[in-house]
């Protein structure tokens, strides 16, 4: 029994010889505070024009002009940070060959809220209109309304179609066709 009790002795003794060597300190552990980046002035996005001259009706040549710039008289949208974005207002002007002007409409995010919940309605900016090609007769624009901080992945991609008369058309892509636009996208 003194054996055993002599065993334990040594063996705690050890233990505490063995640790005792290593102190506890807080001087070594480095901690800061996690301090969220303030919000800076509201972020824009660059403005942008796009030009292109397509054949459309009876092969006759038009000018499709795509033009994006941010608007202060747009409300501003928010995100999770407090950091504020200004909204793009998007010009579409198709002109004949003869510079008549046949198309001028400005979009804004507002003019999609039909096909936006109202998280995107809330949060989200109207990035971008692009010309992707002439289809059944129409002008077909993709447009897309996203989060300020988030990819392409998230964005509602709408097909604007504008027909022979100047008539607007809006409507989500089906499946197959946001197929296509990701191969388009990826080829160039």
């Not at 003194?2 to 552990?29: E, H, P, Q, Y």
């Not at 022979?164 to 946001?178: H, N, Q, W």
Request: with cysteine.
């Amino acid at each position: 029994m003194k054996a055993k009790t002599l065993l334990w002795a040594f063996a705690a003794l050890m233990l505490i010889t063995a640790c005792g060597g290593r102190k506890s300190s807080d001087k070594d552990i480095i901690t800061t505070d996690y301090v969220a980046p303030k919000p800076t002035k509201p972020i824009a996005m660059d403005g942008d024009v796009q030009n292109r001259q397509v054949e459309w009706v009876d092969g006759r040549s038009y000018q499709v002009s795509v033009s994006r710039a941010a608007a202060d008289s747009l409300a501003m949208v928010t995100d999770e940070l407090g950091q504020k974005y200004i909204d793009n207002i998007i010009t579409v002007e198709v002109k004949r060959a003869d510079e008549s002007v046949f198309f001028h409409r400005s979009f804004t995010k507002q003019s999609f809220s039909a096909w936006l919940d109202t998280d995107y309605q809330k949060k989200a900016i109207l990035q971008g209109i692009r010309f992707h090609g002439v289809e059944d007769n129409a002008l077909v624009f993709v447009a897309w309304v996203n989060y300020p901080t988030s990819g392409d992945d998230e964005a509602v991609e709408l097909r604007v179609a504008v027909d022979r008369l100047g008539d607007v058309a809006i409507k989500p892509f089906s499946e197959d066709e946001r197929e296509d636009l990701q191969l388009q996208d990826e080829e160039g």
